[in-house]
């Protein structure tokens, strides 16, 4: 004879193991209800953040990216990652309001498409992780956006973060880069 288990054996058992899990998300009350951190009783320190992203076209879109009748894909993708940045709190719920120091957004053309590099500093009492990957996601977008005409296989891939300092988690390094450099574009 088999023994058999129905589903709603395992139901008390994935319970306990979801409340454990959420006990250890910040983000998330002890009746695992989302809720943002109080982060009101850490000092604000120096903090960075790096992300990146890449946008995978083919060469005659690379190629046609100064010709493009919307104007310069590359600047207004680094003015909107910018502008992006800024508005962090207001895209991803549980995000704090943040008063950047440091906003900056690099393009880099490479064979098969852009390489996108952001970076993000403050003063604060926590981190610009967020706003780093929202930095480098929204020019991607925007890359995106400007280029489709072209192209609608266009693809956006490895959104990362890659490096940060500060914090009570301490820094945290990536190691690899996607994209041959061809050029540098800022």
Avoid at 9 to 18: G, Q, R, S, T, V
Avoid at 83 to 90: C, D, G, I, N, W
Wanted: hydrophobic letters at 45%; one cysteine or more.
């Amino acid at each position: 004879m088999a023994f058999r288990l129905s589903a709603t054996a395992f139901l008390p058992a994935c319970e306990i193991m979801i409340a454990q899990a959420m006990a250890k998300l910040s983000h998330y009350d002890g009746a695992g209800r989302a809720r943002m951190v109080d982060v009101s009783g850490k000092k604000a320190t120096r903090r960075e953040a790096e992300a990146s992203a890449f946008v995978a076209m083919k060469p005659e879109v690379l190629a046609a990216l100064p010709k493009n009748p919307k104007g310069d894909p590359l600047e207004v993708a680094r003015l909107a990652g910018i502008m992006a940045a800024k508005r962090t709190a207001e895209l991803i719920p549980m995000c704090h309001p943040l008063p950047l120091a440091r906003v900056d957004v690099e393009m880099r053309l490479c064979e098969n498409g852009v390489a996108i590099v952001s970076k993000v500093a403050t003063t604060a009492q926590t981190g610009v992780e967020m706003e780093a990957l929202v930095a480098a996601t929204v020019s991607a977008l925007t890359i995106y956006d400007m280029t489709k005409g072209m192209d609608k296989g266009i693809e956006i891939r490895n959104i990362v973060l890659e490096r940060k300092t500060g914090g009570k988690s301490g820094d945290y390094r990536r190691s690899n880069h996607v994209g041959k450099k061809l050029s540098k574009k800022k």
